[in-house]
């Protein structure tokens, strides 16, 4: 079975988080929802999340894909944190899947791992550099890591996450059960 850490620091979006676990899950595929410095953590708008432990708590070597969700709070606090960026680090040196929505592609590039061809939030480019980004995609995939724009674009990146780690079937049945042909 896959396993994947979705690490959540305060300020997260909460409507990407949510929708990833859930899209996991779905494709039971193991999904670890550990707290940066809290186990109780509050998104941008306010909504707390109780996480299962703290990601100083969890190996990389467990771990089959790392996702970070976006919202500049939280981003900024996954760009910060030594054990992220450490998590990150040895995801990348592993050759293991990364994944990050919205903002946080800018936390990638602070560990050094954001790969050549990447998507974010529209204007937080600028603060990770023009090069490479593209702004027509809603999900890019380059090598092992994926990225994705935004809490709208949440859903159809929890669905190519789950088709690059169980396959297109897999990926067909959820996309059908939850009546999201549009991605």
């Known amino acids: 079975m896959s396993k994947v850490l979705i690490p959540l620091a305060e300020g997260f979006e909460e409507l990407e988080a949510v929708s990833l676990i859930d899209v996991l899950r779905r494709a039971k595929i193991e999904v670890i929802v550990a707290g940066v410095g809290a186990k109780h953590v509050a998104g941008a708008h306010h909504i707390k999340i109780e996480t299962e432990c703290l990601v100083s708590q969890v190996s990389s070597d467990e771990l089959d894909m790392i996702v970070l969700p976006g919202g500049w709070g939280g981003t900024h606090i996954l ?105």
């Open 79 to 183: 760009a910060e944190d030594p054990d992220v960026q450490s998590l990150l680090k040895e995801m990348e040196a592993a050759d293991k899947m990364i994944g990050a929505i919205c903002a946080a592609p800018f936390a990638l590039k602070q560990a050094g791992v954001l790969s050549q061809d990447f998507t974010c939030y529209p204007s937080v480019e600028e603060d990770i550099g023009f090069d490479g980004y593209i702004h027509d995609k809603n999900i890019v995939i380059d090598g092992n890591v994926m990225t994705s724009r935004g809490p709208g674009t949440a859903l159809c990146f929890g669905l190519a996450i789950v088709e690059k780690l169980k396959g297109s079937d897999i990926a067909r049945g959820v996309r059908t059960d939850m009546l999201a042909d549009h991605c």
